[in-house]
């Protein structure tokens, strides 16, 4: 996890939490966000860092919905709505990025 913290923060200087409930965040940026996580949620040491990793991966599909109206994964809406309210259920994930996929899911309904 610290590696890819520290990947991320090389590029943007911000905590995950802040650039993926933030509008002015470029694609690229959260592009990263959701590459870097997925290989760390295949590669992760152990179930907490692949369960951070995942949570990752998803608030960056939710965050460019939701602020850029850009879905960045192949899943149908459907199945990111399924995924996402799946996420919601643990109680460690912050209310910033609830808020975050509460909108996307909205928005996944929608279409």
Known sequence: MRALSEELNSVSGLPFGDLLQDAQTKMAIIRRIRGLSKKLGSSGKDKIERDVALVLYFAAIAGAIVFHNVRISQY????????????????????????????????????
């Open 76 to 111: 149908s809406y459907e199945k990111l709505a399924q995924s996402i309210e799946a996420l919601t259920q643990h109680d460690w994930i912050t209310p910033e990025i609830t808020r975050v996929y509460d909108e996307a899911r909205k928005h996944c309904r929608k279409n």
